[in-house]
């Protein structure tokens, strides 16, 4: 089993910036990629960045490329999300994931269902 645990949640104004952890415990050796993914009220969850341990490759969602960043420590396994100029739209409950079967393109790490386990979550608003 592989626990997630998420941190750095919290609440800004608009244009702050927050930068989330998540650090990854237990059976981790066979980890292909790790994910950030949010969902805001009333809506479903969707992608949003991910990055893919072996060569470092990243993927975002359209809206937030420009302002997030995610990066890795593959010895502490641990992923973060550096987020800057948030927008009220950021706003929203954000999941770490990870996977552990290999995609040779990116654009398949989008689906929900290439990530075997998920953090419970951390609470990000933001505030115009």
């Known amino acids: 089993q592989v626990q997630l645990v998420e941190s750095g949640g919290g609440s800004v104004q608009t244009g702050g910036s927050l930068r989330l952890s998540c650090a990854a415990s237990g059976r981790t050796f066979n980890v292909d990629a790790m994910g950030w993914f949010r969902q805001a009220p009333g809506k479903e969850r969707e992608f949003v960045a991910t990055i893919r341990k072996r060569d470092g490759s990243t993927y975002y969602t359209d809206s937030v490329k420009g302002r997030f960043t995610i990066s890795r420590d593959n010895a502490k396994n641990t992923v973060y999300l550096q987020m800057n100029s948030l927008k009220p739209e950021d706003t929203a409950v954000y999941y770490c994931?990870?996977?552990?079967?290999?995609?040779?393109?990116?654009?398949?790490?989008?689906?929900?269902?290439?990530?075997?386990?998920w953090g419970q979550g951390t609470q990000v608003t933001v505030s115009s």
């Open positions: 994931a990870l996977g552990t079967i290999y995609y040779t393109n990116m654009i398949y790490y989008r689906a929900e269902s290439a990530y075997n386990y």
